[in-house]
C-alpha cells in the first residue's frame, strides 16, 4: 500500500516516515500544502496521512481540493488542533478520521488500518480467501494454517489483491502500491513478486489477465 505523508515538521515526519516504511508502506513525505497538491494531482495513494497547519497552503485547503477533484482517497488528519470545532470541520471538509498530537504510534498504525479496510469494503481485520488467510496488524500469513513467510513487496502484492478479490491491478498499478519516490524499479519487478507468490501460495490463487493485469478470482 503506498501512504502520501504530509507533514511540515522534520522530526515528526522523519519519524512518522520510519514507523510506516516499518510497518511495509511504501511512502512519499512532502512538508508543504502546495507539494501536496502536485502529488496528489499526480499519484494515487492508497491512504493520505495530513497535517494541517503546513506552509503555504493550510491542510484543510489541500483536503478541499483533493474532494472538489472528486478524488475519494481516505483521508486521516494527524494535527494539534484539538478543540472540537476544529475537527468537526477537519471532518465536514472530507476527512475520513482524526487524530489529534501527540498520537500514541500503535494508534496511528490500527486508525490506517481501519481506513484501508474500509476504503475496500470490508469490516473484518482478517483477509480470508480459500485457504489463504492474511492480518494486516501482524503481517501474517497463513495457507492451510500453516505460516508461510513473505518479503516486504511480496505481501504489499497480496494484500493489494486480496483486499478486492475480482478486481483486475495492471502492472502499473501494483508498481503504484509497491514503490515510492525514491525507489528504483526494475521492468520485471511485479513479475518476480507475482511468480515468488505463487511457489509459496499455490499457482491458482493469482492469475494473469492477459495484456491486463493480474487478480485473485472472486470466491
Known amino acids: 500500500m503506498r501512504l502520501l505523508l ?37 499519484n494515487e495513494y492508497d491512504l493520505v496521512l495530513l497535517d494541517l497547519g503546513l506552509p503555504g497552503k493550510d491542510g484543510i485547503d489541500v483536503l478541499r ?47 490506517i488500518r481501519a481506513l484501508l479496510r474500509r476504503s475496500a469494503g470490508r469490516a473484518e481485520p482478517v483477509y480470508e480467501y480459500q485457504n ?41 498499478q501494483l508498481e503504484e502500491k509497491l514503490f515510492c519516490w525514491k525507489d528504483e524499479i526494475n521492468s520485471n519487478a511485479v513479475e518476480v513478486y507475482i511468480h515468488g507468490l505463487r511457489k509459496k501460495l499455490g499457482a491458482g490463487l493469482i492469475q494473469n489477465v492477459r495484456g491486463v493485469g493480474y487478480l485473485v478470482p472472486k470466491a
Not at 496488524?137 to 502484492?157: F, G, H, M, N, Y
Request: proline share 5%.
Open 6 to 42: 504530509v507533514e511540515d515538521d522534520r522530526m515528526i515526519g522523519e519519524a512518522v516516515l520510519d514507523l510506516l516504511r516499518a510497518d511495509g508502506y511504501a511512502v512519499d513525505w512532502v512538508r508543504d500544502g502546495g507539494m501536496a497538491d502536485v502529488a496528489l494531482s499526480g
Open 65 to 111: 481540493s483533493l474532494r472538489a477533484r472528486k478524488q475519494r482517497t481516505p483521508v486521516l488528519i494527524a494535527t494539534a488542533r484539538d478543540s472540537v470545532p476544529q475537527r468537526v470541520a477537519g471532518l465536514d471538509a472530507g476527512a475520513d478520521d482524526y487524530i489529534v498530537k501527540p498520537y500514541d504510534l500503535d494508534e496511528l498504525l490500527a486508525r
Open 132 to 172: 489463504v488467510s492474511i492480518n494486516p496488524e501482524t503481517k501474517e500469513v497463513l495457507v492451510d494454517a500453516q505460516p508461510i513467510l513473505l518479503s516486504a513487496r511480496e505481501w504489499a502484492v497480496l494484500e493489494s489483491l486480496l483486499a478486492r478479490p475480482g478486481m483486475i491491478l495492471s502492472r502499473a
